[in-house]
């Protein structure tokens, strides 16, 4: 069965910092993008930032990130462990949401954060930074 399942969530002052994990288990397909959006309250679901990887035994490796967290957070992927992360530091009220991570198989592309173009949805982390 397919899974993805989220941790690292919580509650921090603006300017602090998180880490979030991904685990993923039974996903069809080697490689493929994995990343991660965010939905807050009365708002559309935003992508955040994606990893491709191509599959057993290659070292391409493409991101994509949103502008509004470039510089703040950073994606990364193992896949001896089948786990993405996402480190996110100086923290603002305005990266407040659930926090979900998402998988497809094959290239990110220009439509990485479109959330329709994603197969599989973990059921999310809460984030909340207050000022």
């Known amino acids: 069965q397919e899974q993805l399942e989220e941790s690292g969530g919580d509650s921090v002052q603006a300017g602090g910092s998180l880490r979030l994990s991904c685990a993923a288990s039974?996903?069809?397909?080697?490689?493929?993008?994995l990343g991660w959006f965010r939905q807050a309250p009365g708002k559309e679901r935003e992508g955040v930032a994606v990893v491709y990887t191509g599959g057993a035994g290659s070292t391409y490796t493409s991101t994509y990130i949103r502008d509004s967290v470039k510089g703040r957070f950073t994606i990364s992927r193992d896949n001896t462990k089948n786990t993405l992360y996402l480190q996110m530091n100086s923290l603002n009220p305005e990266d407040t949401a659930m926090y979900y991570c998402?998988?497809?198989?094959?290239?990110?592309?220009?439509?990485?954060?479109?959330?329709?173009?994603?197969?599989?949805w973990g059921q999310g982390t809460q984030v909340t930074v207050s000022s």
């Open positions: 039974g996903l069809p397909f080697s490689g493929g993008c």
């Open positions: 998402a998988a497809r198989a094959g290239l990110c592309y220009g439509s990485w954060s479109i959330p329709e173009r994603y197969t599989y």
